[in-house]
């Protein structure tokens, strides 16, 4: 479970990033968070995690609070929440299996890092995750031969290969053509549906965003304005979230 107790962020230049945020989301749910750019969609998914600090308030992640973590018990906790980003971040001249095994790297003996060796039951994860995502059979074809859309489902693969509790994913698709972003956006779903793991997702395409996520979180100006089920997101909604001003950017 996350909870957002009066959560606050403000940035050292005075931005405000998230205005007294409050806010619950129960294991198990696929969330959507909607917003014009600049809101502070990133900021809310990446305070989940501790990529950004809060100002003011309590973030709790599994009964964890989150701004008490500190060394390693801060990176133990990182190893339970992945994160898929915009950009792949792939090491393109190696091969896919390599990859996703990279995920395995904070389990493993110093030896076996400087090594490269990884036991069998991290290849078999890797392979597992692989296959979860539907590419297993370019396992070990390079990353750089691959499609933006192959690439992204790579990075899904080595997240699934922490064996995370939590997904946090970064404008996951906007990099993609619009048949690839519902194919992966599919595979968020099935993740989420048959391996029960949490998706907290910022996305522009509000239309996918109401396809597939179950709930939306709409935010303007670092406020919660909307959260409800994806089905009753319409036009008032959207309004309430982007302004009568910016109706096209929350379609384009």
């Given at each position: 479970?996350i909870?957002?107790?009066?959560?606050?962020?403000?940035?050292?230049?005075?931005?405000?990033?998230l205005?007294?945020?409050?806010?619950?989301?129960?294991?198990?749910?696929?969330?959507?968070?909607?917003?014009?750019?600049?809101?502070?969609?990133?900021?809310?998914?990446?305070?989940?995690?501790?990529?950004?600090?809060?100002?003011?308030?309590?973030?709790?992640?599994?009964?964890?609070n989150?701004?008490?973590?500190?060394?390693?018990?801060?990176?133990?906790?990182?190893?339970?929440?992945?994160?898929?980003?915009?950009?792949?971040?792939?090491?393109?001249?190696?091969?896919?299996?390599?990859?996703?095994?990279?995920?395995?790297?904070?389990e493993?003996?110093?030896?076996?890092?400087l090594?490269?060796?990884?036991?069998?039951?991290?290849?078999?994860?890797?392979?597992?995750?692989?296959?979860?995502?539907?590419?297993?059979?370019?396992?070990?074809?390079?990353?750089?031969?691959?499609?933006?859309?192959q690439q992204?489902?790579?990075?899904?693969?080595?997240?699934?290969?922490?064996?995370?509790?939590?997904?946090?994913?970064?404008?996951?698709?906007?990099?993609?053509?619009?048949?690839?972003?519902?194919?992966?956006?599919?595979?968020?779903?099935?993740?989420?549906?048959?391996?029960g793991?949490?998706?907290?997702?910022?996305?522009?395409?509000?239309?996918?965003?109401?396809?597939y996520a179950?709930?939306?979180?709409?935010?303007?100006?670092?406020?919660?304005?909307?959260?409800?089920?994806?089905?009753?997101?319409?036009?008032?909604?959207?309004?309430?979230?982007?302004?009568?001003?910016?109706?096209?950017?929350?379609?384009?």
């Open positions: 479970m909870v957002f107790d009066h959560v606050s962020k403000i940035y050292p230049n005075g931005t405000v990033g205005d007294d945020v409050n806010l619950t989301i129960q294991d198990g749910e696929f969330v959507a968070i909607i917003g014009r750019s600049g809101a502070g969609k990133s900021t809310l998914l990446r305070a989940v995690n501790r990529m950004h600090d809060i100002s003011k308030g309590t973030l709790t992640v599994n009964d964890t989150v701004s008490g973590l500190r060394g390693k018990a801060l990176r133990h906790f990182r190893r339970e929440i992945g994160m898929v980003f915009q950009s792949f971040n792939l090491v393109s001249r190696t091969t896919v299996i390599r990859n996703v095994l990279s995920a395995r790297v904070p493993m003996p110093f030896w076996r890092v090594l490269g060796a990884f036991r069998k039951e991290d290849k078999i994860t890797a392979l597992e995750s692989l296959d979860k995502v539907g590419i297993l059979d370019k396992a070990y074809i390079r990353a750089d031969q691959l499609s933006g859309g992204q489902r790579v990075a899904l693969a080595r997240t699934l290969a922490q064996k995370p509790k939590i997904i946090l994913a970064d404008e996951p698709v906007a990099a993609l053509d619009p048949v690839t972003a519902k194919q992966v956006m599919e595979d968020f779903v099935r993740i989420n549906k048959e391996m793991i949490s998706i907290l997702l910022n996305i522009h395409h509000v239309e996918l965003a109401i396809e179950d709930r939306i979180i709409g935010i303007r100006a670092g406020k919660i304005v909307y959260d409800g089920p994806s089905k009753e997101v319409d036009q008032a909604v959207l309004d309430s979230i982007y302004g009568e001003a910016a109706k096209q950017e929350a379609t384009a």
